[in-house]
């Protein structure tokens, strides 16, 4: 296999498995004849621009690529690449994912679902592959409601909701996605918003730069059925003082004029201080244990005023893939290779004449 | 422990029906599975049927906990595992009253009568001592003090690798009543030694009790006179070869192993752990230096995922379950369908509805592997007959898959799965070639020069291309939705999900044209009556069958390997014959396929009772069916 030399030096031992592209590639080669169809102004057209836009940084070749889908609005995403691309069946990608990932360590897998596709009908699968750091990377887009079924309140919407099935108002509490993760042992746990184009590639490039699992909630706008969810964060007015920007080893400070800072109060708490206050973090996305990871996912524009985006934790194991295949390699260095009939031999045997 | 036999009369035999009985806990399956090598060894025609318990260690004592484990041997070719055993060991009271309505009047009996203690009388549910009270008249009753001898025995072990305690001695009861068999019917034990020696490697002492019981009830049976007789089995005549004996799931692992090689695709086994397919999994798993990547999944629905999605990259992608599972892997075996991917889907059917009958055999799933998936979603079906068979119909269900990129059922059952037989080992050469071709550069020419057609199929067998990601060129998206035919973009248009519907139908139709012509079994040519079966009841119709045409009569069989599509001269066989008897272990699924398909009035013989048919049972009804 030839090794990759990327043009912008995003490498990990994994991706140097995939051949290189032989030539350099713009976003055009990634962008197949199928007529996109989501409705006129969805966030996911943002997220695929930034997506068709962002491939060619990985430098490898376009036919190792594979986007696996399940089912929703965001799950059309790779009629509209020219990769290789499964649109399959409900919730399931991350399984799909995790046969084509294992078998095909010279792949560069994606998956992309949203937050009905992922957290409800597929929750089992998407803690699973997370859990066991299946080489795959995961873009769930969450808008916080059931697009494709015609807008019914989803597991990341908030509590009464009222939609068709919820004339009323929804009665459960939605999951928090990073919250989640982080508790299924995610290896990388990042988000980002659909418009924020730069901030978005800089995720993906994190993503991809890390090997192994990869989970990437993505803030996506639905303007049909849940149009403004994310406002607060997207608009220049309050936008900067809305966000938190995780960037590992830097501190916690956020706000139009970065005035503000999170620290721990005496109780224990992460809150907003000044950031010129005492104590203010340091994001450590490297920590080997997930616990400032976890708090910070706690801040929410309800719980703090400021919603946090960027890198939650990236910490370097070792992947499920990587060490099934050495397992293989290890039986048949000591082993060698298998010998049918040999194998069908074995045991007890006797022979008639 | 040659076969010194001092003053015996000996009684020479065609075949024995033998079954080791006793609680979960005693080592039954062991012992059936010793005593099944000794014969093996010594060159008898064979057949098992292990029976246990769905509970690992139900409440000791008890008939909710008792195991067992017949075996069927002879010196002739033989097709089931007997329908009544000619020796029952038991090694308690619930042993005994749980098998005891099985054994004919007059079959050896040997009981273990350290175990009839009270208490134990009570959990078995009797009320009186059936050693004394009458119960047992009528069988040759030998009544052995197994426990205590084996303890005996044990202790008298001056032993240089340390020293057993009591209740570890006790548990070496079950290698007494294998020795004591092992006399009884001139069974070799040194191979049950060099077993022992390398299973208890880490536990020397424990070796060396369990060989010591072994020995003690050998030399038991050699020297009291509790046996007036022994019994000889000569070796039976087999097609000449080298042999090993072979469960269904081990057959079925090794299919799958030599499908791959035989295709020359990586095997991936995506799977969850379901009784009684378990050990399909196990086995695969042992085998990597094979390139093997066995997945264990979190669910029956990722196990058929990561198969599937293993299959888009070139893999033969398989997933092993049993029924429930199957009803879970439903969805994504229609996306395998309108994907048109390989995939190899093992169902080792068990006892249902629901959770059912999770250790215990039944056909319960052919309706359900035919018709039960959303849409017109066919694909092939096939069943094995015999645990040996296993093995040519995992790669049966591979060369389907591959050839018509397609999944496969391949639908054993539990008696198949834990059962076993002989195998003449085949050489590579009767192996067939299945060699599978991707696709490799653009087949069709559109309005911006050459493109890849996913959905573009070979005019013969309707095919589609197998292009696997990481071909340059041939970047392609497929998915649930219908695709226009050709080019494989999405489609909604009416007339060409017509088309695409029956043309996914018209592929595996096809396949009637690629599979042997079914097969009948009439010697005398005479027959009106044809039984048709379909996989594990192959012994017991065939056995059945022998036995009628012993009395004179006549009587065809015709058994169906390939169940969807069916032989195309089907129609032809069942049209022939004035009567036509399906015996099937469910309540007519196979049956109900047939009258449908060629209308004519087949009828159904039986039975959900978790076991295999019995051949005399079988013969009696055949006989009613030709006499009517």
């Not at chain 2, 020995?215 to 070869?241: D, H």
Request: charge should be negative; aromatic fraction near 6%; glycine fraction near 10%.
């Amino acid at each position: 296999m030839t090794v990759t030399t990327n043009q912008t030096g995003i490498t990990n031992r994994l991706l140097d498995l995939i051949p290189a592209a032989s030539q350099p590639q713009t976003r055009k080669d990634f962008t197949s004849d199928q007529e996109v169809r989501w409705c006129p102004g969805c966030g996911d057209y943002a997220i695929l621009a930034t997506v068709q836009g962002f491939l060619p940084e990985l430098g490898i070749a376009r036919e190792n690529i594979a986007f696996i889908s399940g089912i929703g609005c965001s799950s059309r995403f790779p009629y509209y690449l020219k990769t290789y691309g499964m649109h399959s069946i409900h919730g399931r990608a991350p399984a799909i994912a995790t046969g084509l990932a294992v078998s095909r360590p010279d792949l560069s897998v994606w998956v992309v679902t949203g937050d009905g596709d992922a957290l409800s009908i597929g929750g089992n699968h998407l803690l699973h592959a997370l859990r066991r750091n299946v080489n795959i990377k995961i873009l769930m887009f969450n808008n916080r409601i059931y697009g494709l079924t015609k807008g019914q309140y989803s597991p990341t919407s908030e509590v009464g909701k009222v939609t068709k099935s919820t004339p009323y108002g929804s009665l459960d509490r939605p999951y928090n996605p990073i919250s989640l993760v982080l508790g299924a042992e995610a290896t990388f746990v990042a988000r980002s918003i659909d418009s924020e184009r730069a901030h978005l590639t800089s995720v993906l490039r994190a993503a991809a730069t890390h090997p192994g699992s990869a989970f990437v909630e993505i803030f996506q706008n639905c303007n049909i059925f849940n149009d403004g969810a994310f406002d607060a964060l997207k608009n220049r007015s309050s936008k900067d003082d809305a966000t938190l920007r995780l960037a590992h080893g830097e501190p916690l400070v956020f706000g139009a004029e970065r005035d503000k800072g999170i620290r721990r109060a005496p109780d224990g708490k992460l809150e907003v201080c000044a950031a010129t206050d005492e104590g203010v973090l340091v994001h450590d996305a490297h920590a080997a244990e997930p616990g400032l990871a976890f708090e910070l996912s706690r801040l929410t524009g309800d719980s703090a005023g400021v919603t946090p985006i960027g890198v939650f934790r990236d910490v370097d194991l070792p992947t499920y893939d990587e060490q099934l295949n050495e397992q293989i390699a290890d039986a048949r260095a000591r082993q060698g290779e298998g010998d049918l009939i040999q194998l069908l031999g074995s045991g007890d045997t006797w022979t008639v004449s | 422990m040659s076969g010194q036999v001092r003053d015996r009369q000996i009684h020479r035999l065609d075949r024995v029906v033998i079954r080791f009985a006793g609680d979960s806990g005693d080592g039954m399956q062991l012992t059936g599975e010793q005593f099944t090598s000794e014969t093996a060894a010594f060159g008898n025609d064979l057949s098992t049927l292990p029976d246990f318990p769905a509970e690992i260690r139900a409440p000791a004592g008890t008939p909710a906990g008792v195991s067992g484990f017949q075996l069927h041997f002879s010196d002739h070719d033989i097709l089931t595992p007997g329908d009544a055993p000619n020796m029952l060991v038991a090694m308690n009271p619930a042993a005994l009253k749980s098998n005891l309505k099985d054994l004919p009047a007059g079959a050896d009996l040997v009981v273990n009568t350290d175990a009839f203690t009270s208490a134990n009388l009570k959990k078995a549910g009797y009320s009186s001592d059936p050693l004394t009270d009458g119960t047992l008249d009528g069988y040759r009753v030998h009544r052995v003090p197994l426990s205590s001898m084996t303890i005996d025995a044990v202790n008298a072990l001056e032993s240089s690798t340390g020293t057993v305690n009591k209740k570890e001695a006790e548990r070496a009861k079950n290698m007494f009543a294998l020795g004591l068999m092992s006399w009884l019917y001139q069974r070799p034990t040194n191979g049950v030694v060099a077993f022992l020696e390398k299973k208890f490697a880490k536990r020397p002492e424990i070796a060396a009790a369990n060989i010591a019981a072994l020995r003690a009830g050998y030399n038991y049976g050699e020297t009291t006179e509790a046996f007036a007789v022994v019994y000889e089995v000569a070796p039976a005549r087999m097609k000449p070869g080298r042999y090993r004996r072979v469960s269904g799931n081990l057959a079925l692992s090794y299919g799958l192993i030599a499908a791959a090689e035989l295709t020359g695709l990586p095997l991936f086994l995506g799977s969850y752990p379901i009784t009684p397919a378990s050990d399909i999994l196990h086995e695969l798993s042992r085998h990597k230096r094979f390139g093997i990547r066995t997945f264990q999944a979190e669910d029956e629905i990722a196990g058929v995922g990561a198969a599937l999605g293993a299959s888009f990259g070139g893999s033969l992608g398989v997933t092993t379950t049993s029924g429930p599972g199957l009803a879970l892997k439903t969805e994504t075996i229609g996306l395998a369908v309108t994907l048109e991917l390989p995939l190899v889907v093992v169902d080792i059917q068990r006892g249902g509805p629901s959770t059912g009958l999770p250790t215990k055999t039944e056909q319960a799933d052919l309706s359900m592997a035919v018709h039960g998936r959303n849409g017109e979603a066919p694909l092939p079906v096939i069943a094995p007959r015999s645990p040996a068979d296993c093995f040519d119909a995992a790669i049966e269900a591979a060369r389907l898959a591959t050839k018509y990129r397609t999944p496969v059922i391949l639908l054993s059952d539990g008696y198949l799965a834990n059962g076993s037989e002989p195998w003449l080992l085949p050489d590579r050469a009767d192996l067939p070639d299945l060699p599978v071709t991707f696709a490799t550069g653009p087949n069709h020419t559109g309005d911006n020069g050459p493109e890849f057609w996913p959905y573009l199929r070979d005019n013969e067998t309707l095919t589609r291309p197998w292009a696997v990601p990481g071909t340059p060129g041939l970047e392609h998206r497929i998915g649930g939705l219908e695709k226009a035919d050709g080019s494989g973009g999405i489609s909604y248009d009416p007339a060409n999900h017509d088309r695409m519907v029956r043309l996914r139908q018209a592929k595996i139709d096809g396949i009637a044209r690629d599979i042997p012509a079914l097969e009948v079994d009439d010697p005398s040519g005479q027959a009106r009556v044809l039984v048709l079966g379909w996989g594990s009841t192959y012994g017991p119709i065939a056995a059945a069958c022998r036995r009628v045409r012993a009395q004179g009569l006549q009587v065809a069989h015709a058994h169906l390997r390939h169940l969807f599509p069916f032989p195309e001269n089907t129609g032809d066989v069942v049209r022939a014959y004035d009567r036509i008897l399906v015996p099937e272990m469910n309540l007519g699924q196979l049956r109900a396929m047939i009258r449908a398909e060629f209308l004519v009035d087949a009828i159904g013989y039986n039975q959900v009772r978790g076991l295999p048919f019995k051949a005399a049972e079988l013969a009696g009804v055949l006989e009613d069916v030709i006499k009517q």
